[in-house]
């Protein structure tokens, strides 16, 4: 396979096309705090064990839900720490 790597890439998207995801219905539930992760985890894997999503969709969905709980527990460590500081007389 000498040749133009370009060339061969373009080749083959042309043949396989971009990956498409298709429609789905499935709404994730809301997520305002911590106690609405488990729900929604919940309700991605109940939809994924009806076949509503497919279970690339439920890891990628996942993966937000999983996301959106680690910024969470970062914004909880921060407001601790500031707290915490106050309390010492150590904030800026």
Known sequence: MN????????????????????????????LQNAA????????????AAEGAISTAEACEMSQVVERY???LAGEEVETRLQRL????????
């Open 36 to 47: 609405d992760v488990a729900p929604a985890i919940a309700a991605i894997i109940a939809a």
């Open 85 to 92: 500081e106050g309390a010492c007389g150590l904030a800026e």
């Open 69 to 71: 709980s680690r910024a």
């Open 3 to 30: 040749g133009d790597s370009a060339v061969l890439r373009l080749i083959v998207t042309r043949l396989i096309g971009p990956r498409r995801h298709r429609a789905s219905n499935f709404t994730l539930p809301p």
